[in-house]
C-alpha cells in the first residue's frame, strides 16, 4: 500500500482459522500490526467460507488462504462464489504448478508487478494519422 499511496482501490483482508493458534484474537492483533491505512478493512472468517467459495471460484479443492487476489473496480460478489479474479497470486505449495505461486522477495516482487499493471492509468488513444495528401 506504502508503494500506491494514491491508487484507488480497498482491500478486504480476511482472516481464517487455519493454524493451530488462529482466532479471532490472533487476527485482530496481527491487523492491528498492519498499515493503518483507510482503505483497508480486515474480516474474521472461522468457517472459512470465504476460503471455500474463492477455491471453487479457482476450481481448487478444499479452501484458499496464503493468498492475493486482485479484482476489477466495481466487481460484485454475487451469489454463491466470488467473480472470477483479474490476477492472484499465492504461497500454496499443493497448486504451485498453476503459475500463481510465489514466496518471499519473489512474491514481494510480483504483487508490486500486479499492483502496477492494475493501476496504471489508461493510456490515452492515439492521435489519428494523417493522411499523406493532409498539409
Not at 496464503?66 to 460484485?76: E, L, S, T
Not at 518471499?104 to 495528401?133: F, N, Q
Amino acid at each position: 500500500m506504502q508503494a500506491f499511496p494514491k491508487a484507488d482501490m480497498s482491500i478486504a483482508v480476511v482472516w481464517m482459522d487455519v493454524l493451530p493458534l488462529d482466532s479471532e484474537k490472533s487476527a485482530r492483533k496481527t491487523a492491528s500490526l498492519m498499515s493503518e491505512d483507510p482503505r483497508i478493512r480486515h474480516f474474521h472468517d472461522p468457517e472459512k467460507r470465504v476460503g471455500k467459495a474463492l477455491a471453487k471460484t479457482l476450481k481448487w479443492e478444499g479452501y484458499a488462504w496464503d493468498i492475493y487476489v486482485f479484482y476489477d473496480k466495481g466487481a460484485v460478489w454475487r451469489g454463491a462464489l466470488p467473480p472470477a479474479p483479474l490476477d492472484y497470486l499465492h504461497q500454496l505449495g499443493e497448486h504451485s504448478d498453476d503459475g500463481h505461486f510465489h514466496v518471499g522477495e519473489d512474491l514481494t516482487r510480483e504483487l508490486h508487478k500486479v499492483m502496477t499493471r492494475i493501476t496504471a492509468a489508461p493510456s490515452a488513444p492515439a492521435a489519428p494519422e494523417k493522411k499523406g495528401g493532409d498539409r
